[in-house]
């Protein structure tokens, strides 16, 4: 008697699965998750392509049968917050950290609205952290509102929040690491999940062909990156739309990867590494097989935020941003949105103000604290700069968005508007 109920149980498993909420893609099926309280459907944590260290995101090639579970959040680049992965009940850190997350409105909740079988547009969402923190899954990061909003406006989108590589393990600096095509792999492994998204958002009801990159402060400096990747000629199709918030290209410093900074900072690192007497081609070989935990606290003693970031690379960023943008080599075929979160200057007042106790008072105060820094920042930038936002103006024009004579002036002058 009990055998042949055994001999059930994988049939009944696989119904289970069958009847389940699934996503067929074009090398395996997923299982997703219903979300009662927004009336939404989840997959979680889909790998869009393997990460080893300091190696660029390997295409993942395998199909499978049956359905993997992509109920729950993946696994999360370093570093590890502690803070928000209670909050999302992520628990895992790990270099092998490229998934990706689906949020979309349900199918019923879409009858409602339009059309079940209409592909929705989709929202690809970029989080900040200044290239040293932050991940897909992160509550900040949390697209069921928005995608609940749409829904709600009778314009429903589905959302694809992901994780890309941060800090010493997504940005090595210096000559080698640009040698080896590594030096920007956080924007690499951003472009990747964009390249699976083509192949794959279909199967779960998106439109491959309505592709709006999004993103917030370092978010949006890789949304600007990767309007302009690899000198704006990739002949890549990947988005049609862009959304940048509280920043751009050549906000910060863009160095190359031959400057002296960045050559000091990958040297620094071999010390701290212990691969300092590594024959030079084989010091990006001991620093792979450094454990990670080991590698990530030595970039952390190298040096913090703006240490690892992107860089002049003569290939994904193929000159220095703004150059290229003067130059007119961007794509011209995209609808592009742009503005700043109120008041998010305040967060950087207190890095500007570092040496004046007393805050800044004076013109020449804020020049210094702005040229330390931006040290790329040419005199005249600065000069346009605090015309547009005079220290002893009026309340500054923190937004793009009021009316502000002075601002558009600076632009033209500047010869951007
Ligand atoms: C699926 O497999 C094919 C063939 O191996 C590969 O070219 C493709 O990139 C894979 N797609 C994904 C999303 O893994
Ligand atoms: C957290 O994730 C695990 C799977 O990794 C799941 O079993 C559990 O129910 C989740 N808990 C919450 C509160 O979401
Ligand atoms: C967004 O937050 C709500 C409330 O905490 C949670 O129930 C939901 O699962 C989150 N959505 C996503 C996509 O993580
Ligand atoms: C290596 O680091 C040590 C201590 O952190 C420092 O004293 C030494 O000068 C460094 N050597 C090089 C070559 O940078």
């Known amino acids: 008697m009990k055998l042949p109920f055994l001999a059930l149980l994988p049939a009944v498993a696989v119904a289970a699965c069958a009847e389940g909420l699934t996503a067929k893609t074009r090398n395996g099926t997923y299982l997703g998750r219903y979300l009662a309280e927004f009336d939404q459907e989840l997959f979680l944590g889909i790998p869009f392509a393997r990460s080893r260290v300091w190696r660029k995101p390997e295409p993942l090639t395998e199909s499978w049968k049956g359905a993997r579970s992509a109920e729950w959040n993946g696994a999360v680049c370093y570093p590890p917050d502690k803070l928000a992965a209670e909050v999302t009940n992520v ?233 290229q943008l003067l130059a007119g080599e961007f794509p011209r075929d995209l609808t592009l949105l742009s503005g700043t979160n109120s008041d998010e200057g305040f967060e950087y007042s207190e890095s500007l103000t570092r040496g004046t106790p007393n805050g800044i008072q004076t013109e020449e105060q804020l020049r210094a604290g702005a040229s330390a820094l931006m040290p790329m920042a040419r005199p005249e930038t600065l000069d346009l700069v605090f015309r547009t936002y005079p220290v002893d103006g009026p309340r500054p024009p923190y937004a793009w968005s009021s009316p502000n004579p002075s601002f558009c002036d600076g632009l033209e002058a500047a010869g951007m508007k």
């Not at 030096?183 to 998204?197: C, E, F, T, V």
């Not at 302009?228 to 988005?239: I, M, R």
């Open 91 to 323: 628990t895992q850190v790990s270099e092998d950290c490229l998934n990706l997350n689906i949020v979309r409105p349900s199918r019923a909740s879409l009858a409602k609205v339009e059309s079940k079988d209409k592909l929705l547009p989709v929202a690809v969402w970029l989080y900040g952290g200044g290239f040293y923190d932050g991940f897909g899954a992160d509550f900040n990061s949390n697209f069921s509102y928005v995608v609940q909003a749409s829904v709600g406006q009778g314009m429903p989108i589905m959302a694809v929040t992901l994780n890309y590589r941060v800090g010493v393990l997504g940005f090595p600096g210096g000559k080698e690491a640009a040698a080896a095509g590594i030096a920007n792999l956080g924007l690499k492994d951003q472009r990747q999940a964009l390249r699976w998204i083509q192949e794959n958002i279909a199967a779960f009801g998106g439109d491959p062909d309505k592709v709006t990159l999004w993103g917030q402060s370092a978010g949006a400096t890789s949304v600007a990156a990767q309007i302009l990747a690899y000198g704006g000629k990739s002949g890549e199709s990947l988005f049609r739309g862009a959304i940048m918030i509280s920043s751009s290209v050549g906000v910060v410093n863009t160095y190359r990867a031959d400057d002296s900074r960045q050559v000091g900072n990958y040297a620094a690192l071999l010390n701290h590494t212990g691969c300092l007497d590594a024959v030079t081609g084989d010091s990006l070989d001991c620093i792979r097989n450094t454990p990670v935990p080991e590698l990530y606290e030595a970039g952390n003693k190298v040096g913090g935020v703006l240490t690892w970031y992107p860089a002049t690379d003569d290939d994904f960023i193929a000159k220095p941003p703004t150059v």
